[in-house]
């Protein structure tokens, strides 16, 4: 059984296509609109799901319209729901992203009701039977992040974060994680070596790697750098026609996830990461 634990986030996605995104002051003529599931938390659950693993969900949303979509999305993919809690103190998370017509988009984020997860439902056993890993991001409390990770190690259960948006990890967090991944701007905001191309890429893996087992860092369109002990490189981006990033990196961190829990490698899995992320980016998943 190839079990995830996934803690974090769901959003209700509203995206705006346009020419362009607008700037300070600027009024944009948007081209269409659509609902889109969404959230670090979800689109990584769904990543590993759709790459065969068994996934559950830990997270909260509102008791609003914007619920019922989030969870019958994750009941779609087979995801588990029974720790995904319903609270009427805020409504569920939510973003509007604004995306142009090269792919790129920008996104406002209202956290809502991911940040009013209960610490009492990481503490059920039968949350940690058999999972293989434990997969964070930042869109949810620094609580409940450290008490995730600390309830995954005290079983022996491998934690992967993926420190988006870039935030300062506190000294306790870090000691518990196994695998860290990042984006350029992430890479920079913790360890101070710009990223621009897979040179500095590679630089700045192997610098975060004194810190963590294992690091990758996505540099977009250039590709991915990867290091641990045993075994640190590049690997350029797959070339295809972009249709839109939204929820590239969401896709790669599940694939990549899923691939290690297989025992794939590092390398073989950043490869299968990679490859998916690309076919993720070639087509509009809405």
Partial sequence: MNKVVVVGSLHYDIVVESSHRPVKGETVLGKKWFAKFGGKGGNQAVGCAKADCDVFMVSCVGKDNFAPFLLEHLKQHQINTDFVQQTDK??????????DSEGDYGAVVVS????AI?????????LWQ???????????????NLNAAQQANQRHI????????????????IKLIDILIVNAVEAEAMCGIAVTDLTSALKAAQRLQQDF???????????VAFA??????????????LISTLGAGDCFVGHLCASLIKGETLKSAVS?????????????AR
């Fill in 213 to 223: 087992p294992q690091v990758v860092v996505t540099a977009g369109g250039d590709g």
């Fill in 118 to 126: 209960e610490s009492a439902v990481l503490e059920q056993d039968s």
């Fill in 158 to 173: 491998p934690v992967c974060i993926n420190a988006a948006p870039a935030k300062k990890l506190s000294p306790e967090l």
């Fill in 112 to 115: 809502g009701a991911n940040l």
């Fill in 272 to 284: 299968y990461a990679n490859q998916k992320a690309a076919e993720h980016v070639s087509m509009l």
């Fill in 130 to 144: 058999d999972t293989k890993m434990l997969i964070l991001q930042n869109e949810v409390s620094d609580e409940i």
């Fill in 228 to 241: 641990n002990q045993q075994e640190q490189g590049v690997m350029p981006a797959i070339k295809v026609k």
């Fill in 90 to 99: 805020f409504g569920s998370g939510m973003s509007v992203a604004i995306m």
